[in-house]
């Protein structure tokens, strides 16, 4: 139903220009964990293989926000070559019981799917998912975050009250 993880790898920030430009309480590190990589990269989009994703859930800490679980494709989800749509009950159930277990700590941080491209960047469609989702989502951290995994690499970027900006990649 979902994965849990728990090893540090990949960290993101907003990009050096854009950090004093934004009021958002993503001012901060946003790390991926290992496995939670390791896991969504499996549904690259090689050959033929229809788009795939989920959602992220993760927790919050001073100075930096860990994205350490992944939703992974179910029964419910619609997708094909150049589009996926997640089952939303689903989802929420996911979400709820993770929340639950995890006694309020871990919560929805946002999607994650799949595109045929070598070199993913949002679609317009993924854009305007992305402002429906914030618009009407309870966010915790004041942003929520698109990954979008590519068959060679990844984007990441989160929506806040400043629209879609893409996370870059610190080199550590």
């Known amino acids: 139903m979902f994965i849990r993880h728990n090893v540090m790898t990949l960290i993101y920030q907003l990009p050096r220009d854009s950090l004093q430009e934004s009021n958002s309480a993503m001012n901060r590190a946003v790390i991926l964990t290992e496995s939670l990589i390791k896991i969504v990269t499996a549904y690259r989009q090689f050959g033929n293989r229809n ?22 494709p179910g029964q419910g989800d619609k997708s094909g070559r150049y589009f996926f749509e997640r089952d939303s009950l689903r989802a929420q159930h996911i979400i709820k019981t993770v929340w639950q277990e995890s006694k309020g700590e871990i919560n929805y941080f946002g999607e994650w799917h799949t595109h045929p491209e070598p070199h993913p960047c949002p679609s317009l469609r993924d ?29 990441l970027g989160q929506r806040d009250e400043n629209g879609l900006q893409a996370l870059e990649r610190v080199t550590t």
């Not at 402002?131 to 951290?141: A, K, L, P, R, V």
């Not at 942003?143 to 984007?155: D, Q, Y």
Request: charged content about 15%; overall charge negative; some cysteine.
């Open 51 to 72: 788009e795939a994703g989920g959602i992220l859930l993760g927790r919050m800490w001073p100075g930096r926000s860990v994205i350490e679980i992944a939703s992974t």
């Open 127 to 155: 854009r305007a998912m992305m402002t429906e989702m914030f618009d009407g989502t309870i966010s915790h951290q004041g942003a929520l975050f698109l990954l979008i995994i590519g068959t060679c690499s990844l984007w």
